[in-house]
């Protein structure tokens, strides 16, 4: 690592997120707990309905617990988010890039202005000082320097996902957590953005929650996997064992299910 900063964790003790009325409650995350920290890479895995974008959301402050704590660095993450600066240090200790890159832009602005402005709000870097650290991104990122003069809703969907990664980096956070960030993006350019995370996060002395329904992706880039199904986790360990020794019947049946398909293929 080019960087060695002092480590930084987020716990999550018994969280529950329930949605709907009293008389008809949904359970998206049913009693939760985990541990993450900025040392390593932790994989999320289940497939749609499990739960696990609705964790990553509270991992970040976006969705409120209907039980349960999360604490960032001892810190009550509810209280911080409930607070100007508590809600800023929240934002520039961990940076969420969210599956829906359609709704995470505002369709107004330039994608410079969308990516340049947390390096300013959350780093106080000067426009110039923001703009070259964006620019260097986007070099890293194989992202043309023209399509910043551009609005969200005039590249794709995949260009779109790659701007989104840049503003989140841009603000160098401790955490960086990725809800299904290869989703849009061509089979060629999976595995290029994926070592690009895995390499970043090591140099940057960063910790990663990489949340997918790809098992393969989720084990060749995280240290730890956890499995989520109906709002529980069923499995976790370390990420070789879940893929290759799981105990639990529904995590056999994610990976019956991966190899089938590519025998298929």
Do not use: W
Not at 53 to 67: I, N, Q
Not at 134 to 161: C, F, H, I, N, Y
């Amino acid at each position: 690592m080019t960087t060695s900063r002092a480590r930084v964790t987020i716990t999550a003790q018994g969280v529950q997120r329930h949605y709907g009325s009293r008389a008809k409650r949904f359970a998206a995350v049913d009693d939760v707990s985990l541990a993450i920290d900025s040392t390593r890479a932790l994989g999320i895995v289940g497939e749609s309905g499990s739960g696990k974008s609705t964790l990553a959301k509270m991992l970040v402050g976006l969705e409120k617990p209907t039980a349960g704590t999360i604490l960032l660095d001892g810190q009550d993450m509810t209280d911080m988010a409930s607070r100007t600066e508590g809600m800023r240090e929240l934002r520039r200790t961990v940076q969420m890039v969210a599956q829906d890159t359609s709704s995470s832009f505002d369709p107004r602005k330039t994608l410079r202005e969308a990516v340049r402005r947390p390096a300013q709000l959350l780093r106080g870097l000067s426009q110039t000082d923001a703009d070259a650290e964006v620019d260097e991104l986007l070099a890293l990122l194989d992202l043309d320097p023209k399509l910043t003069d551009r609005k969200p809703g005039q590249v794709s969907g995949g260009q779109r996902q790659r701007f989104s990664l840049a503003r989140a980096l841009v603000v160098r956070p401790r955490i960086l957590v990725c809800d299904e960030v290869v989703s849009a993006l061509d089979v060629s350019v999976q595995g290029t953005i994926l070592n690009f995370v895995k390499d970043y996060c090591l140099e940057h002395d960063c910790g990663l929650v990489f949340v997918s329904h790809g098992l393969p992706a989720t084990a060749f880039i995280s240290d730890d996997m956890i499995v989520m199904y109906k709002g529980k986790i069923v499995e976790n360990g370390l990420a070789e064992d879940v893929v290759t020794a799981p105990r639990h019947p529904y995590t056999k049946s994610l990976i019956e299910a991966y190899s089938t398909s590519e025998q298929s293929a």
